[in-house]
T-cell receptor, first 111, second 116 residues
């Protein structure tokens, strides 16, 4: 039972454009959502998070949007840079417990 | 301020041997989580520990796997009698004392276990 889903395994975006990564979840008890970025042979690096009481959180080039009624969140990166090329994981948790991860989206930003 | 430390970074074992993976949390963090990533998959939760206590081991296989986080020293994930299916990347994460619902987990670089 995949509670957190990232339906796009890969995304290719031109440098300077916006990257939009999507994530859907099924458990309405999730109250905290996070995005992690991962390079090969490294651990996930925390990017940005959002609490279920908010619908938007912004940090520099990264913005996360949460639509609770649709059980959907998205990560916007603008402008995209070649260094953003990595695998992005969406994760969710309920009441400060374990993180449930999606399967990841591989983002490639080309010049 | 050092991040989460894991060692070894790479571990090769033959079937039937034991694997011990170590994790030192970030300074000031008292919560440790272990996750496993199989090839081409996302990270899967295994176990959540505080000092000397296992809080949630719902993701841990019932046999051969154990974890501890002693009062002194790193957290240890132990896999006995390894099989080829145990080959994966094992990640440790830590978070500070939980006071709100917004404590982020910070990950180490992982240990890549290969079972021959």
């Amino acid at each position: 039972d995949q509670q957190v889903k990232q339906n796009s395994p890969s995304l290719s975006v031109q440098e300077g454009r916006i990257s939009i990564l999507n994530c859907d979840y099924t458990n309405s008890m999730f109250d905290y959502f996070l995005w992690y970025k991962k390079y090969p042979a490294e651990g996930p690096t925390f990017l940005i998070s959002i609490s279920s009481i908010k619908d938007k959180n912004e940090d520099g080039r990264f913005t996360v949007f949460l639509n609770k009624s649709a059980k959907h969140l998205s990560l916007h990166i603008v402008p995209s840079q070649p260094g953003d090329s990595a695998v992005y994981f969406c994760a969710a948790s309920e009441d400060t417990d374990k993180l449930i991860f999606g399967t990841g989206t591989r983002l490639q930003v080309f010049p | 301020n050092a991040g989460v430390m894991q060692n070894p970074r790479h571990l090769v074992r033959r079937r039937g041997q034991e694997a011990r993976l170590r994790c030192s949390p970030m300074k000031g963090h008292s919560h440790v989580y272990w996750y496993r990533q199989l090839p081409e998959e996302g990270l899967k939760f295994m176990v959540y520990l505080q000092k000397e206590n296992i809080i949630d081991e719902s993701g841990m296989p019932k046999e051969r796997f154990s974890a501890e986080f002693p009062k002194e020293g790193p957290s240890i994930l132990r896999i006995q009698q390894v099989v080829r299916g145990d080959s994966a990347a094992y990640f440790c994460a830590s978070s500070p004392l939980v006071t709100t619902s917004t404590d982020t987990q910070y990950f180490g670089p992982g240990t890549r276990l290969t079972v021959l």
